[in-house]
């Protein structure tokens, strides 16, 4: 119903800067917010960022906070994650989610209904 394409990961080094977009095409209407999540082999796929599409709240984890930037643009139906001063430990597989939700904020990975496939985030030490 919805469809999520990632683009903009690959490999910085370390205080290095990425901006990572994803754009949602089909039932758009039916989103309530857009979250960022990332994943490394063998863990947990973890929170980063959401943003509400209607009223822009946003919500970061503890561990991007101040160096990661959430943003949209509603006439693109895209969001953005703007990601500076990169560490190591930044290094993961990134995806855009959107849920149906009303309620906001919303930070478990179970609570989002689409998912894109992914990019790829290297931070070299």
């Known amino acids: 119903q919805v469809q999520l394409v990632e683009s903009g990961g690959g490999l910085v080094q370390t205080g290095g800067t990425l901006r990572l977009s994803c754009a949602a095409s089909g039932r758009t209407f039916s989103i309530w917010s857009m979250g960022w999540f990332r994943q490394t082999p063998g863990k947990e796929r973890d929170f980063v960022g959401t943003i509400s599409w209607r009223t822009n709240n946003i919500w970061y984890s503890d561990s991007v906070k101040a160096r990661f930037t959430i943003s949209k643009d509603n006439a693109k139906n895209t969001v953005y994650l703007q990601m500076n001063s990169l560490k190591p430990e930044d290094t993961a597989v990134y995806y855009c989610?959107?849920?149906?939700?009303?309620?906001?904020?919303?930070?478990?990975?179970?609570?989002?209904?689409?998912w894109g496939q992914g990019t790829q985030v290297t931070v070299s030490s």
């Open positions: 989610a959107a849920t149906r939700s009303m309620i906001l904020g919303l930070t478990k990975a179970d609570s989002y209904d689409y």
